[in-house]
């Protein structure tokens, strides 16, 4: 029992790290491409079309920035709970991962580059973590 619940917060914890980190990563790209002026983000259609015109540079750098934020979410459940905590906070991850390239259009060198980033970052924050 004590080892679930200690699963159970390293999961928290790191689910928590990655969720700051995400914030920070799209306050990043907020003050490096901002909405133009009289920009409505509630209009259809508006969110993904303000992605689609992403300058390459913030991409690339938001990727290196979400597979920075993976490693260390990943690296803090495991070291708090073990490897099964990392591997659980990696598959809510993928989801969420999943979910963003499938909605929005990025350009097909970050739909190809995210996922590798971010399982690499993944198995190191894991590896390195674990006891």
């Known amino acids: 029992m004590k080892s679930a ?15 700051a980190l995400v914030v920070a990563d799209e306050m990043f790209s907020a003050v490096v491409h901002p909405f133009p002026p009289g920009f409505d983000p509630n ?3 508006s969110i993904p079309e303000h992605v689609r015109r992403y300058p390459g540079w913030v991409l690339a750098v938001a990727g290196l920035m979400w597979g920075a934020t993976a490693a260390a979410a990943t690296w803090v459940a495991s070291r708090i709970g073990g490897r099964l905590a990392g591997a659980v906070v990696t598959l809510l991850l993928a989801a969420a991962l999943a979910f963003n390239l499938s909605m929005l259009p990025y350009v097909m060198w970050f739909t190809i580059a995210m996922p590798a980033t971010f399982f690499v970052a993944c198995l190191l924050g894991i590896r390195l973590g674990s006891r």
């Open 43 to 45: 209009a259809p259609g």
């Open 5 to 19: 619940v200690r699963t159970l917060l390293a999961v928290v914890a790191g689910m928590a790290l990655a969720f």
